[in-house]
């Protein structure tokens, strides 16, 4: 009797089931294609009007391990390692703002919001200012430092009290912090001309800036996050139950939240240590991405990674011909786009007050 | 004994009010006072001491070599735009609170400011413009902003958290465009461009103060005269309807006048940050519940600018600007009324 049930049921989903997968499957597949498509258009377009003949030339100067000859050639291959990162840091970005709403069960989780990215602004400039850092290594061990107790913080405050963290509390204790954080890090700036500088670049997100080494550094580490969070989705479905659900369903909440905390942080954090401040892809995308897919982690996941993947390259992409003989930085159009987003998620949110 | 019973609680209530009355009346002499200090505090320190007598002569409008540059060109612009700008600035951050019963709805925290931040930035440095046109043009973007904000979080409960949480994305926004244009604005020097992202009154001039002059003595006299209706308003709309208040056009003009006492002030001074939050709260607590705000809130508003300047200037070794010291000192404030709330359980 038992076992026909079990039968029965699993007999009438499994079509549906295949049918999600399937449709989830091709969302996957138009993911991959629309990454490919934004990273053509990217090398295809730029500030600079290049001939698609030039194009297949730089790219096969490039392929060879030639210096390319032509001003043509060498606007491609200045294009090769920027779409690299956007594709890097937008999938690290969209998979974080995933992790971070996933955890915190709240809408409006995103990197931007939790502080992270002026955490990592404070610890860089400080070891700027006062240690003279200098190398990659560096940046990245304080920019992870500074995001991780800003996050930290931020998400603390913004859970005190009955009812956990709501999206009220939580852009406040955001907002507040970011304030507090950029004043020091003005205040710190401030008799440093040269350094101030230096920041007043760093403060508009954008993938202009890419290079080899710094990429070489950050993607192994992007990488293990990833897979940490990947590993940790079905855990994070659980979450998404409750606490006390999840405990019944044999998932060790404690330790999956904080890895998965970890994970999140490490991804955003990273990218804001070589990009600077990329706001709102990690709110986004996970959006879209749920509204698509349905509420399973193991599909937002991936999703949200292709997702922000296509959406920073091309926002880098369409600031480059907007922009065209300089560039609007990726990070100014993710702002842009991502408020009237803000907006919409906070219509369809009920308020719970704080 | 009918007319006993009647008159205790009565004189208990008189007694009250005129508590109230003495308190509020203290706590507003005291600011005045405090204020006062300030000023000089901000007209006679510097590098230079000069005597009292020099000073003097110079406000007096007399030619004295020296102190006539330092103090009459550089330190009394700054004084009187650090006083106008945090009346200005008071005043609107407490008018909005009280208009949506909620201490974290302020102009600054909301992202109005930004709003007029941003378009001075850009009337400044894409189309080099200056003085008065700037402020005009940060006051019509920073309503546009107000208008957008207000009409993006409509349709659920007006005094929410929607607004609050609509107002501080669309700040971010407005924050990015403001990076940008200072990014862009490469020969500008550091000073200047710190003045559009945390506010500052270094290099304030007689000849940039008469829009924000004009602004608070035109619009702060309206407030005041609104002031009553606008405690009836923070009772409720039935309320403030039964006391004979005309709601809509009371808030409507209430929150123009608010609105464009923070732009002025934003297009003068940048945004400094946490004034206008910060000066509600704090009066309420000097002069008590069940007072009226306008007053006390702008006196504290004005205290807390130059003194937070004079901090700035003095007590580092590095001058620091004045919405640098503001936005340290503030956000903790914030933070702590977030958890208190939050603690209670209470709404935003």
Known sequence: ?354 | MTAAVLTAPLDAIRVGRRARVRRRTIGISVLAVLLVALLAGEILLGRTIYPLSEVLAVMAGQDVPGASFTVGQLRIPRAVTGALGGIAFGIAGSTFQTLLRNPLASPDVIGITSGASAAAVFSLVVLHLSGGLTTLIALAVGIATAVVIYAASRGGDATGGRLILIGIGIGAMLEAVVSYLIQRAAEWDVAVAMRWLTGSLNGSRMEDLPPLVGAVIILVPVVLLLSRDLDALALGDASATALGVRVDRTRILLIVCAVALACFATATTGPIAFVAFLAGPIAGRIVGAGSSLVVPSALVGACLVLGADLLGQFAFDTKFPVGVITGILGAPYLIYLLIRTSRRGGSA
């Open chain 1, 1 to 354: 009797m038992a076992t026909d049930t079990l039968v029965v049921r699993t007999r009438r989903d499994a079509p549906g089931r295949q049918a999600g997968t399937s449709r989830r499957v091709g969302l996957v597949v138009i993911g991959i294609v629309a990454v490919l498509a934004a990273a053509a258009l990217s090398l295809a377009f730029g500030s600079r009007l290049v001939s698609l003949g030039e194009i297949a030339d730089g790219l096969g100067a490039f392929a060879r391990g030639e210096v390319p000859a032509d001003v043509g050639a060498i606007a491609v291959q200045e294009r090769i390692p920027r779409t690299v990162l956007a594709i890097v840091a937008g999938a690290a970005l969209g998979l974080s703002g995933a992790v971070m709403q996933a955890i915190t069960r709240n809408p409006i989780a995103d990197p931007g919001i939790l502080g992270v990215n002026t955490g990592a602004a404070l610890f860089v400039v400080c070891g700027i200012a006062f240690f003279g850092i200098s190398s990659v290594y560096e940046y990245l061990g304080l920019a992870l430092l500074g995001s991780a107790l800003a996050a930290l913080f931020v998400y603390l405050v913004g859970s005190v009290g009955p009812g956990g963290t709501t999206p009220i509390k939580l852009a406040l204790a955001g907002a507040a912090t970011t304030a507090a954080l950029s004043s020091l890090v003005s205040a710190v700036l401030l008799p440093r001309a040269q350094a101030m500088t230096e920041f007043r670049f760093w403060q508009v997100g954008g993938v202009g800036g890419a290079q080899w080494g710094s990429m070489a550094v950050v993607v192994p580490l992007l990488a293990v996050a990833a897979l940490v969070a990947f590993a940790l989705a079905s855990g994070m479905n659980a979450l998404a139950l409750g606490d006390d659900v999840a405990v019944g369903l044999g998932v060790r909440v404690g330790p999956t939240r904080a890895l998965a905390a970890i994970a999140g942080v490490v991804l955003c954090a990273a990218v804001t240590a070589v990009c600077g401040p990329i706001a709102f892809v990690g709110l986004m995308v996970p959006h879209v991405m749920r509204l698509l897919s349905g509420p399973d982690q193991r599909w937002i996941l991936p999703l949200s990674a292709l997702g922000g993947a296509v959406l920073l390259v091309l926002a880098d992409t369409a600031g480059r011909v907007i922009g065209s003989p300089g560039e609007v930085e990726a990070g100014i159009l993710t702002a842009f786009l991502g408020a009237p987003v803000l907006v919409i998620i906070a219509r369809r949110t009920r308020m719970r007050g704080l």
